[in-house]
């Protein structure tokens, strides 16, 4: 039997509204909405600043030119542009992050739940990739980038980016989100508070328990 054309018309409605709906960071609704981190109100996101009280230094971010400390395990620093340093950046969807490489350094393989990323070489040869889901059988996608290069990671794919130059390394990545998030898969993992039943991870990483216990006891960098 044939649609109506009234059940056609609600049935695109809600399709319509079903894929705004999923969209990462919430649209704006207005000129700006400049986050104000002082509010005790909880929201998906950040209640929004007195538009009256709102001044150019909300919309302001300086000193993404000076080089973050790699002085760490990994040799690497990331140092973030999202709403909470930039409060002019709520409800915008976007982001960035400037990431420093000692000779070597390694931002480890991680994930960004909310964002995907684009990112270019100002400095250095970075090896980076990311790996699809478990169907395609993992696939890993790998790259080495020379100044200028720009790769992109689609969101919620395990990535990273190594520098493999004896010199330092810097790039500048660009988010589609306010707050994209990060989890590190090692320290998500391995370092969980409380920690990961070492059963669990003996199984699922095919180890034996001492060496779930020494990873588990480690202490697992955070370079943001």
């Known amino acids: 039997m044939a649609m109506s054309h009234d059940l056609q018309l609600f049935l695109g409605l809600l399709a ?3 894929s705004l709906a999923i969209a990462t960071d ?3 609704l207005q000129d700006f909405c400049v986050a104000d981190n002082t509010s005790n109100v909880f929201v998906n996101g950040f209640v929004c600043k007195d538009p009256n009280l709102v001044n150019e230094n909300d919309f302001l971010f300086t000193g993404l030119n000076q080089p973050g400390n790699t ?3 990994l040799g690497s620093k990331v140092t973030p542009v999202f709403v909470t340093q930039l409060p002019g ?7 960035l992050a400037r990431i420093d490489f000692a000779p070597y350094g390694l931002i480890p393989p991680h994930t960004h739940p909310r964002a995907s990323e684009i990112l270019v070489v100002i400095q250095g040869t970075l090896a980076v990739g990311f790996v ?9 996608f790998t790259k080495v980038l020379n100044e200028g290069d720009v790769f992109v990671f689609p969101q919620g794919l395990i990535h990273f980016q190594l520098n493999i130059g004896n010199t330092n390394a810097v790039s500048i990545s660009g988010l ?3 707050n994209p998030g ?6 998500a993992v ?3 508070k409380p920690p990961i039943s070492p059963y669990i991870l003996e199984k699922a990483f095919q180890l034996d328990q001492k060496t779930v216990e020494i990873l588990q006891a480690k202490f697992w960098t955070n370079n943001s």
Do not use: C, H
Not at 89 to 95: D, E
Not at 132 to 140: E, I, M, Q, T, V
């Open 16 to 18: 319509l509204a079903s």
């Open 26 to 28: 919430p649209t704006q």
């Open 71 to 73: 002085a760490n395990q």
């Open 89 to 95: 950046l709520n409800t915008l969807g976007i982001s």
């Open 132 to 140: 699809a889901s478990n169907n395609p059988d993992n696939k890993l």
């Open 176 to 178: 589609s989100s306010q």
């Open 182 to 187: 990060v989890i590190t898969i090692a320290n």
């Open 190 to 192: 391995f370092g969980s």
